[in-house]
């Protein structure tokens, strides 16, 4: 069965440097999400993108975070300038239609984020 | 806050009880999905209710709809040691365009 993949599955970085955290969403899906939680808390939303732009975004997601297609496969979360707070698991997901959510979420195993 | 808040936030049961967790939500829904959560993994899509059906099936899994209430209930049936996991509702909003949102979870333990 296709899977989302994202790499790496853990990141350690310093504060204020940047990260990119990378995700191959299911081939054939148009809808790429991420989220992101924090140990122990709510699988929170951050942002979808759908055609190559930004459909919503969330309040956690401010101009410290982008995200980009830059290819056919690949769906990209970037961190320009980590904090301590940015700490957490991300997780990548796609979906094949939107029409009122009726389809799924398939999600990624998450790549965890340590900010030292 | 838009999101669903499930109850209880923690259940343990034995192997072969039924698990229910509920889901509470605030504003008219398109749907509500619930997901399941294996520690330190990803979510895997369980199930899809829409807003015009009360009630759905599939294999163990039971998931009741009342948008009167705007609540919605998962029942494990028969549950076995495997079913322990973090378990989340999910709620599409009607305007809320491209985003599914989570609620709280139930961290279920199945003790063998």
């Known amino acids: 069965e296709p899977e989302v993949t994202q790499t790496p599955s853990h990141q350690v970085t310093q504060m204020g440097q940047e990260v990119i955290l990378r995700c191959v969403p299911i081939?054939?899906?148009?809808?790429f999400y991420w989220y992101r939680q924090i140990l122990g808390q709510k699988v929170e939303f951050l942002v979808s993108?759908?055609?190559?732009?930004?459909?919503?975004k969330s309040e956690i997601f401010d101009d410290q975070f982008s995200v980009e297609r830059p290819d056919g496969s690949n769906f990209t979360l970037k961190i320009r300038s980590t904090k301590l707070e940015d700490s957490a698991m991300y997780f990548c997901?796609?979906?094949?239609?939107?029409?009122?959510?009726?389809?799924?979420?398939?999600f990624g195993n998450g790549t965890r984020l340590t900010v030292t | 806050s838009q999101q669903g808040e499930e109850d209880p936030q923690a259940l343990s049961i034995q192997e072969g009880e039924n698990a229910t967790m509920n889901c509470s939500y605030k504003?008219?829904?398109?749907?509500l999905q619930w997901y399941r959560q294996n520690s330190g993994r990803g979510l895997v899509h369980l199930i899809l209710?829409?807003?015009?059906?009360r009630e759905k099936h599939s294999g163990r899994l039971r998931v009741t709809l009342d948008t009167s209430k705007k609540s919605s209930s998962l029942l494990i049936t028969a549950s076995r040691a495997a079913d322990t996991a973090s378990y989340f509702c999910?709620?599409?909003?009607?305007?809320?365009?491209?985003?599914?949102?989570f609620g709280g979870g139930t961290r279920l333990m199945v003790k063998p």
């Open positions: 999910a709620t599409w909003y009607n305007n809320a365009g491209n985003m599914l949102t």
């Open positions: 081939s054939n899906h148009l809808y």
């Open positions: 997901a796609s979906s094949i239609t939107l029409t009122g959510g009726s389809s799924p979420l398939h």
């Open positions: 993108f759908y055609n190559n732009e930004i459909s919503e």
């Open positions: 209710i829409r807003s015009n059906e």
């Open positions: 504003t008219s829904i398109n749907n």
